[in-house]
């Protein structure tokens, strides 16, 4: 396949994230195409996304994502599973190694959003087998490699897929995510605090040093609270941080060119 092709087809995890099964392919999407990338010889199925899109408008697609998901339609106890959901994450923070560093500081921002949404994942819907395991997969994924235009997709994924992990507890997978819960997190908060670093960097903002830490995590926490600041929030936001350095400007530019550049990768379409 060419290219300039790839970017008009979609695998099968990329369907699967999407919500689709085996089935439903089989059913709704014509006969696919196969790629054959050095790291998968026997070759990848991918189906036109413009094929996808008309077969996601479908009544038949709407029937049959509307089954029941959950196996015999069992009734759960949603405090129940949030608890042992909870548990299972809890463990595995506390197993993990510390580091005191800004990325392990911000991937505990993470976890600790994640554990505070556990009982509203308990209470959604039910998730077929293959869209929960291909979203906790992802998020397994990122101990390897963070995509920063998908990390909050990611993230949120993940917690949907949390009540997938309540109803079958003695998964190979459940196990895997008790096991790299921890790093998965603090690699993808590596990721995003270098990220962000070299935007300060870049504008000759880092010089001794000593205040980077301090930039980082104010700056991460300031865009969870609000995505878009002005200048002025910003400064606002930053004013506890001392530099001896330099006169703040630098930092400003930093963090105005890291929010149009995060702003860019969002608006690209994903692949």
Known sequence: ???????NYWSVSALKRRGWTDGMMRALLPPPRYINPPSAPRGIRVWKKSDVL???????????????????G???????????????????????????????RLAEHYHRA???????????????????????????AMERHCDGRRLRETLKNFVRALNWLAENPQH???????????????????????????????QGAEQ?????????????????????PTDDEIRAYLAGNLCRCSGYEGQLRGIRAFLNAKKAKEAEPNA
């Open 1 to 7: 396949m060419p290219g300039s092709d790839k970017g």
């Open 172 to 202: 190979t997978l459940t196990g895997r995510v008790g096991e790299r819960y921890a790093h998965a997190l603090r690699s993808a908060a590596a990721q995003e605090a270098a990220d962000f670093a070299a935007f300060i960097a870049d």
């Open 54 to 72: 008309r077969a996601e408008r479908s009544p038949e697609f709407g029937e049959l994502r509307a089954r029941p998901r959950r196996a015999g």
């Open 114 to 140: 994640i554990s505070s949404r556990v009982l509203a994942a308990m209470r959604g819907k039910g998730l077929y087998t293959s869209q929960a395991t291909a979203w906790l997969n992802e998020f397994l």
């Open 208 to 228: 001794c040093g000593f205040c980077n830490p301090g930039f980082v995590m104010n700056t991460i926490a300031l865009l969870r609270e609000n995505p878009d």
């Open 74 to 104: 069992e009734s759960r106890d949603p405090w129940k599973d949030a608890k042992l959901v909870g548990e299972l994450l809890s463990r595995a923070w506390k197993a993990a190694e510390r580091d005191g560093s800004p990325a392990w």
